[in-house]
């Protein structure tokens, strides 16, 4: 590390470090970003704009998967500042995100259209974070990247669908039945949730940090409490740690069987979908027996957890066990299957550059070739005292991410056995720690099925000044458009179902 | 007198049966599945809820959006009369072509493929030409298997060839029936969108075939195109119910008899639906572009079940 500080000091004016946080401010803001990103392979994790006293500060967040340091890089700006969405394509939506929520123009930003508040919904001018006030009553349009040509045809799909899922727009360009582009339109569901929480209590943002995306209501709630807990310096109590990851692992399991479930689905194999459905639901009855409700809400609250799961560690290791078998079973049918591995092969094929230029987590990266996981590269919780094998895969077609996915479950199992041997034998168990809220800011994080969760805090005078959650799915969803270049329309569902992103959490 | 009125039975029979066949299939893959699922007969209600329902048409749709679900619907309904049920007294028998009926099928396919296309969307226009394709596909597999029987029986006339089929013709050539059963079994999927050609259940627009054309149609417009789509698939199922299993046929004709043959046939009707519901649960769909594979299959063994027609 020592040869790279060294190299980051060539380009830097400040330079802390603590723990494992590196904060760097410089002028020379584009050099350090690809020093960081090329050279060093860093991911890029989140980017946050907020209020100083004079103008705005924007942090970009750097995770550095080799060696388990987070690099942040700041700059103050006034109204504008430098895109290079062209260098980092990571960084596209980031950058129009602030331009729609404070305001700040990015400089030759490529592809400069709104993102987050939709033109046709909310007045020009309009940028919530920066302040209320609506000046100008006239709406705009917004200008779809459509190909044209002849023989060439547009098929819009969405935002509202024939089933029961969450709102988004696809336009495909198609000649015949292969795909020739994909652009998407999301952000259908804008709740301000950044805006929501400015100036709440600490309590009340952890309620709504689980309302972002549903599914993974644990894993958010995991990362926003980390982050205050880092802030106010409370040591959690280790059996409540280990009581958070058997929870956060059931959450991934649940996820995860979801997922697997949803494949199945839509291949058209609905005996393995109806018998996996099944075995998720025996998981969200053990989440509602622990936590109280079958989603692990409000289980998580800083400095430690609210319920006591030690009474029930029989249970545990008896519906894992038996999940478990059942669970063999229909890999065992998936893996035998030609006609269910022959739809999953080759499918939705995504490029292991396409994953690190968009720096995408999660079993997409996996998958792809490119290492994601946060539970071994930046070990939180009990995770580095945990054993188990994380799978990586080269094809990054359908099959290789239902792989992972499996993997994953086959681990969580793993681990929720060891955790529970532990809680078993703790005599008096400590729920939480005491605590007193102090000022300061960070970034907490969680691994959830889909990737990290990255969550940026601050607090003033007890309130939360600042909340910028990173959802996975907002790192993964342009990942979409490329994975479905040269495959037929008919498997588009299977390859969005095999990302299975999140509309919710993409759409804060 | 007597012969109008067998016939006349055996028209609404078919007619009457076949919402439930459909529900059965529904039915038999919820209780694999796990799940209680909805009642046999909820196609009927279906059928009656939607006909109480006005009809919502796109303001892109010209008149073939009018016409169509009736043509889908009729044509159908006019094959069952060429059908025998358990009597070789069909409608009609004085014409009953098997070529003709091939066709006349074809053309319920292409007005529910011009329905799709009038409706001004994208997905309908993308069902149409999946079905057109599928169909195309399925048409010359269909008709290798009818030149088959129609050279076993020496006859295209429905009716001869299904007094022949109730003779020894399945045992006199086993391997060419065999074969063609196979066939008949590709062309009965496709027919009937089944899983592995279409997926009857999905939500998904994207993956629909069949779906995707009667995506735009509502109240009674849809309930003319799903008439149109049980009868269909219940005439796929007579077919190859009467030819492979040649029982319950009488050559007298008492209340007895018939009632006899009527219970007879239902209970065909009925294995064959479950026997293609189990099917459908053990494969996962085809890819779009594989579907030319199975079909190619399907027509390859039509073929040799034609050449070989005297094995």
Known sequence: MKEIFDSIHYFCDEFSEDGNFVTIKTKQLKSLSLYLFRDLDCDLSNVVALRAKDGFIIKYLYSYPKKDYFFIVWQNVQDKFESFADDIPALNWFEREIYDLFGLIPLNHPDFRALPLHPENYPIGFHPMQNDEIKDENYGTYEYKDVKSEGVYTVPVGPIHAGVIEPGHFRFAMSGEPILQLEIRHFWKHRGIEKLCEGKEIDKVLKISQKISGDNALSHALSFAMAVEKICGIKVPSFAQYCRVIAAELERISCNLSDFAGVFQDAGYSFGASGITALKEDIMRLMKLLGGNRFFKDFVIIGGISKNIKPYTKEIIAIIKQVNITFDKYKKIMENSSSILERLETTGKIKKQTVKDLSCVGFTASASGRFSDFRKTHPYLIYSKLDFETLVLDEGDVSARVQVKLNDIKNSFKIIKICTNYISQVDKPKLKARYEIKDGEEFGYAQSNRGNIVHFVKIEDNKVVRFKPRDPSFMNWQSIQFAVLGDVMGDFPLINKSLNLSYAGNDL | ?311
């Not at chain 2, 409608?91 to 009926?101: E, T, V």
């Not at chain 2, 494969?283 to 390859?300: C, E, Q």
Request: charged share 10%; hydrophobic share 55%; glycine share 6%.
């Open chain 2, 1 to 311: 007198m007597q012969t109008f009125l067998m016939a006349l039975l055996q028209f609404f029979i078919i007619l009457i049966i076949s919402p439930f066949i459909v529900g059965l299939m529904q039915k038999t893959k919820s209780l694999v599945r796990g799940s209680v699922g909805p009642c046999v007969f909820q196609p009927y209600f279906n059928i009656l809820k939607l006909m109480q329902k006005e009809v919502v048409l796109s303001n892109q749709s010209s008149y073939i959006s009018i016409i169509a679900p009736y043509i889908v619907a009729v044509v159908p309904i006019t094959v069952a009369g060429f059908l025998p049920v358990f009597d070789s007294n069909t409608l009609m028998s004085f014409s009953g072509d098997i070529i003709a009926m091939v066709y006349i099928l074809a053309l319920g396919t292409f007005f529910l493929a011009l329905f799709g296309f009038d409706q001004g969307s994208s997905f309908g226009g993308l069902g149409s030409s999946r079905e057109m394709t599928v169909a195309s596909l399925a048409e010359p597999a269909f008709i290798m298997v009818i030149f088959t029987f129609a050279l076993q029986s020496n006859s295209t006339n429905i009716s001869h060839i299904f007094d022949s089929m109730r003779g020894d013709i399945f045992f006199n050539y086993p391997v060419s029936s065999t074969l063609a059963l196979m066939a008949l079994y590709f062309v009965t999927l496709a027919e009937a969108g089944r899983i592995p050609i279409d997926n009857p259940e999905t939500h998904l627009e994207l993956t629909m075939i069949h779906e995707a054309m009667i995506l735009d149609a509502s109240g009674r417009n849809l309930a003319l195109l799903e008439i149109g789509s049980f009868v269909k698939t219940t005439i796929f199922l007579t077919l190859f119910s009467n030819i492979f299993m040649p029982l319950g046929f009488y050559d007298t004709n008492t209340i007895w008899t018939i009632g006899f043959s009527i219970f007879i046939y239902f209970i065909k009707m009925s294995t064959l639906g479950v026997i293609i519901a189990i099917g459908e649960l053990t494969l996962a769909k085809l890819r779009y572009f594989r579907i030319s594979d199975a079909m190619m299959f399907g027509f390859v063994l039509a073929l040799i079940s034609m050449v070989t027609y005297r094995l």
